[in-house]
């Protein structure tokens, strides 16, 4: 049996490597597709179940459009039986582009001269959060480069700040963070100041790739990138996201990388990832990145269907990085969670929140949606999407909420939806335009229905309290 070298290990954890290309790759070459198979792949998704490795091969390999369209309606139909309309939103916030890595595809290279680089200062941190809080924003993400100005220590207090930042009835209630791998102690150290999820992207999994896109700095280490987040539940935080940058390497080879990461989860911990990302690359410097395996929208949008209905139960992240009309497709396949109001420019929420354009010399590449977070709300609501603002598990202390909204028989009828309605009713009272308003207390009085019986009347009850001017009410 083979193990990873000593550095990469976790006391008592079995850690085998679980990344095998041949193994990957054999399961896609030997997947035989038929439309029977892919229906009944489908099916046992619909009943809950996760996929295997060679059946997530067959859907990968499944070109035929009836089949394509199949597929796509598979994730719609287990969007809407499982998770309904709810749509969480959140921002991400750049603390600092400092960068000793060079991801080739990365405008925060360490190679990239023309980078303007900026850390935050404590007060600029704290102006930032009030104009993310004046826009109504509750969920934080932050973001780092690799650096040693970012250490566990100076990491932490940055997210000790941003909770501590109270403007008006704004505040921030779950801050999670996107940044380079720690020790087990880093983590720990990380976990103490209350984060929510700790993301990190593999980038790619296929070693080669790898290797070439990271030719220099700590990132170059494979290894030490793969097994991050082994030492982040080790250090005390399970609640995990992984992501893929699609375009690095073959679309379908980082589909089943991705689903392998979720089983090696869940045979060492016995808890998959919180969630999943799917970036694809922008705004690569021309000459730096093969452009050969660049993922079109079309398989863009199957891949999304895929990765739903392969592990129907965790969390889908797509970020402002898609245009409107890919974001419209995928989040009816069952995508959880959306930035909205994203500014990538350090600094620029505070700074200039009025600019309309970018400044590429500052920020690592060009968003595709940069509406405001009112406007975001505005297009769900017209399309009958709840916006929710729930932070209420992490707070109450259930881990693994996307798992029990998946399989606690009625836990999305009694937590999540009554959340979400008050979450978006504190909204409308504290921030939102009277189109707005109006347009989303039909909404909740139309989701109303949605709730278990027994609590319509608790909700009712708690939704005048917060017309009166309460805060912060959850289930
Ligand atoms: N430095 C940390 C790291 O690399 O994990 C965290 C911050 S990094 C800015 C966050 C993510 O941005 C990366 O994991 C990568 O997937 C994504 N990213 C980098 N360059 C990108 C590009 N040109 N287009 C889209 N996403 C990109
Ligand atoms: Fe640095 Fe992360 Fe960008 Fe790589 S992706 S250059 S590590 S900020």
């Not at 990461?261 to 970036?279: D, K, L, M, Q, R």
């Not at 229905?449 to 289930?475: A, M, P, T, W």
Request: charged letters at 30%.
């Amino acid at each position: 049996m083979k193990f990873y070298p000593e550095k990469y290990r976790i006391p008592d954890v079995s850690m085998q490597p679980f990344i095998d290309d041949n193994e990957i790759w054999d399961s896609i070459n030997k997947a035989e597709v038929t439309k029977e198979k892919v229906e009944q792949i489908i099916e046992k998704s619909l009943n809950k179940n996760r996929l295997s490795l060679s059946e997530v091969a067959v859907l990968v390999q499944a070109s035929d459009p009836e089949l394509v369209e199949l597929i796509k309606q598979g994730a719609r139909t287990l969007k809407e039986r499982i998770y309904g309309k709810r749509i969480v939103l959140f921002a991400p916030l750049y603390v600092g582009n400092y960068c000793s890595n060079n991801c080739q595809y990365c405008g925060f290279r360490t190679s990239n001269k023309d980078m303007i680089r900026k850390t935050l200062t404590k007060d600029e941190l704290i102006k930032n959060v009030e104009a993310l809080e004046d826009s109504g924003q509750k969920r934080l993400i932050l973001v780092y480069g690799e650096h040693r100005n970012y250490s566990p220590e100076f990491i932490a207090d940055t997210v000790r700040t941003v909770y501590d930042v109270k403007k008006g009835h704004g505040e921030i209630r779950r801050v999670n963070i996107n940044a380079a791998p720690l020790t087990i102690d880093g983590f720990r150290i990380v976990h103490e100041a209350g984060i929510g999820t700790y993301q990190i992207f593999n980038e790619t999994y296929h070693n080669e790739t790898y290797k070439k896109v990271h030719p220099s700095g700590k990132k170059s280490d494979f290894e030490w990138r793969l097994t991050s987040l082994d030492r982040a539940m080790e250090g005390g935080i399970d609640d995990l996201g992984i992501g893929v940058l699609f375009g690095l390497y073959d679309w379908r080879f980082e589909v089943l990388g991705l689903l392998r990461h979720v089983n090696h989860f869940e045979a060492c911990y016995n808890i998959g990832p919180h969630t999943i990302s799917f970036p694809r690359i922008k705004d690569y410097s021309e000459g730096k990145i093969d452009t050969s395996y660049f993922v079109s929208d079309e398989d863009f949008t199957r891949l999304v269907a895929i990765l739903r209905l392969a592990v129907p139960y965790t969390g889908l992240i797509l970020t402002a990085r898609e245009p409107d009309a890919i974001r419209k497709e995928v989040l009816s396949f069952g995508v959880s969670q959306i930035d909205a109001g994203t500014k990538l420019e350090i600094g620029a929420y505070a700074d200039d929140l009025e600019k309309e354009t970018q400044n590429l010399n500052k920020e690592q590449f060009k968003i595709n949606d940069d509406r405001t977070l009112s406007a975001v709300i505005d297009e769900l609501l017209d399309g009958d999407y709840l916006p929710s603002f729930c932070t209420a598990c992490y707070r109450k202390g259930r881990t693994g909420e996307h798992f029990m909204e998946f399989s606690v028989p009625g836990f999305i009828k009694r937590f999540c939806t009554p959340n979400a309605l008050l979450t978006l009713a504190e909204y409308i009272v504290d921030y939102a335009k009277p189109k707005t308003a109006e347009k989303g207390w039909r909404l909740i009085e139309k989701n109303l229905n949605q709730i278990d019986d027994s609590f319509v009347d608790e909700v009712k009850e708690r939704l005048e309290r917060i017309k009166k001017g309460e805060h912060d009410l959850y289930f």
